[in-house]
């Protein structure tokens, strides 16, 4: 009996159009001598989909079928949109007794690609795959979920020179992919203060500012609130995930938009004139993208509490009112019913992915499986 362990390096989280790095260790731990045909390896993609509401055109059809024309993927799953190309591992392989082999293998996946997701309609995984053999026995499929992260509108060809450093410097060096994706999150993510008026027909009910254009996954977000001339008695705030189908790919015409919060917030705000809220991004969803399938978008949600009073009256009356020999004495009590409305106002917001490393220490991601042959 052979024991094969199939592993990837750098925490299972990878960018798109970054080398996957993985490693083969076939360990014969019997006391004869072994022998396996052939071993390959590579890395795909995986769209799965509720078809009760969504459906997959002729043309997005075909084109899957010829991205994916590997025969171990065609193992798998029928539902595969990338497949890289097979990296034969070895052939006639022949173990000692307790001695072991370990090869390894790399895959990219491309920068068009999108991230890993899983939603109500939808579900984009990658895995890395690995096919092996005995003589005359049926194949042995071996697959490790990664997790995919991208930041769309940025491809390969958007990377630029490295600059010169002197005349006589190679001028097909290239800047790192990696390097240069995350200096394009870093400038999305730099401070740009926004701000937003929320008003009714009656008057302002507050402004909202936000520090940023743009949030990275487990960043915070906070929101600064300054009320206007209009009563509010509370605030919720809701951090929400939206997916949406594009019309192309519904099933039945108007298929409504699913929302998912991830953080929610309720503040109490009577007589308060400005208050700052903070909500987190957590680490295991995704950002914001979209493909021809799918549109997966952010906002923050909020419902504003307004209380209608005469111009004369407030939120609490005083009751019991006496004369005592140190003067006028008063007993504050709320009032007992308070005629309010709720306005609701969404607010949109970008949110891009992170550092792979600091997803992989943070949200735990399997990096090795193993089988026996």
């Not at 052939?38 to 043309?59: F, K, L, M, N, P």
């Not at 026995?137 to 491809?155: A, C, F, Q, S, Y």
């Not at 309720?266 to 995704?286: D, K, M």
């Not at 549109?295 to 009112?321: M, N, S, Y």
Request: proline fraction near 6%.
């Amino acid at each position: 009996m052979v024991e094969v362990t199939l592993s990837v390096e750098g925490g299972g989280v990878y960018i798109v159009g970054q080398t996957i790095k993985c490693a083969l260790l076939v360990q014969n731990n019997s006391d004869v001598t072994d022998r396996l045909a052939w071993a390959t390896g590579q890395i795909s993609g995986h769209v799965t989909v509720d078809e009760r509401h969504v459906q997959i055109a002729r043309e997005q059809q075909e084109e899957v079928v010829t991205n994916s024309s590997s025969a171990l993927t065609k193992h798998v799953a029928n539902d595969c949109f990338f497949s890289s190309d097979p990296e034969i591992l070895f052939c006639d392989l022949q173990l000692p007794p307790q001695s072991s082999k370990e090869l390894k293998f790399s895959g990219i996946v491309p920068t068009h690609s999108p991230p890993s997701y899983r939603g109500s309609y939808i579900k984009y995984s990658y895995i890395v795959l690995v096919g092996l053999q005995r003589v005359n026995k049926p194949v042995t499929l071996i697959n490790l979920p990664i997790r995919i992260i991208n930041l769309p509108g940025i491809t390969l060809v958007d990377g630029p020179k490295k600059p010169l450093s002197h005349p006589f410097a190679p001028r097909e060096e290239c800047i790192n992919y990696e390097d240069y994706f995350m200096d394009k999150v870093q400038s999305l993510c730099c401070k740009r203060p926004r701000s937003f008026e929320v008003k009714t027909s009656e008057g302002l009910v507050s402004i909202v500012r936000l520090t940023k254009g743009a949030y990275r996954l487990g960043d915070p977000i906070e929101v600064n609130l300054e009320f206007g001339d209009l009563q509010c008695v509370q605030v919720t705030l809701k951090l929400q995930a939206l997916e949406t189908l594009s019309p192309e790919s519904e099933v039945r015409e108007g298929t409504d938009t699913r929302c998912t919060t991830h953080d929610t917030k309720t503040i109490q705000c009577i007589h308060t004139r400005s208050t700052a809220v903070t909500l987190h991004i957590p680490l295991n969803v995704v950002n914001s993208f979209s493909t021809n399938i799918v549109l997966v978008r952010w906002q923050v949600h909020f419902d504003f509490v307004i209380a209608h009073l005469p111009q004369t009256a407030e939120i609490v009356d005083a009751g019991l009112t006496s004369v005592s020999a140190k003067g006028l004495d008063c007993d504050w009590r709320p009032l007992d019913t308070l005629n309010v409305s709720t306005l609701s106002w969404e607010l949109p917001i970008r949110v891009v992915p992170t550092l792979p490393q600091y997803i992989a220490t943070i949200a735990w991601q399997r990096t090795q499986t193993k089988d026996t042959v």
